[in-house]
DNA sequence: AAGCGCCTCAACCGCATGGGA
DNA sequence: TTCCCATGCGGTTGAGGCGCT
């Protein structure tokens, strides 16, 4: 395969990125490294910017990138960390590996903005009625039917010792107990399943590195979810 | 089948930031 | 310290797909 190496003032391409492109941009990145761009872009002979390059790499050509919808517990990690750093989108994708910001961006905008918008207004409504908020267990759109297909795990009985009630929560305790902030996990947990009141009948906690969530059905039968603080905001 | 409007998402644009000369 | 350039980031755009009339 022989590339030609793009002339001064050549006019440079856009939109939609083809097939040829993408290998040529990929055979380059892999011999050259995903830096100096621009370079890339001359001597690849791919008729687009640096920038371009670079955006077409981060977002679609580099490895572990993930295709697929943004799972439940995905949703849950951007609702929580949207509310935490706002649009930070790049800082918000490095808590989803295989996630690029555009992606957290557009799915926000097209599926998590109005549902927010949507929660304000209940919750405001409710706020009227309550005269307080409960900030940790906001009541959120929840997919019932994706909740009992087995992606999350029913829990019966969350009492008990701590590392029972890890045991019982779907985690295997040995795992989380490994460090510091998984100790602070760990109390966490055994914390808040000891709250009797606010977590009865099935539980689905998740642990990323930044956060830790968790969605749940409570004693009156509707889906709650929560939060802790961030790991670094534990200690 | 055609026209229209809405939605999604890849890609672009412009500004901010950081590092080297 | 200043300037320049490459890179990073967030907002915006627009093409294409889809559903409705």
Known sequence: MVYRVAMPGEKLRKGPWHEEEDRQLITFVTLLGNRKWDYIARVSGIKRCGKSCRLRWLNYLRPNIKHGDISTEEEQIILRLHEQWGNKWARIARSLPGRTDNEIKNFWRTHLRRKMQAREQENFQCGREDGKQDFLFQKVDFDVQTYEAGEHKPVDDTSGTSNASLDALGFSSSAVTNSPYEVRFF??????????????????????????SYTARNSDDNDVWGWSDSIWDMN
């Open 187 to 212: 109390d966490w947990v055994t914390e808040l399943s000891s709250d009797q009141s606010k977590i009865r009948h099935q539980g689905d906690y998740n642990c990323t590195e930044s956060c830790i």
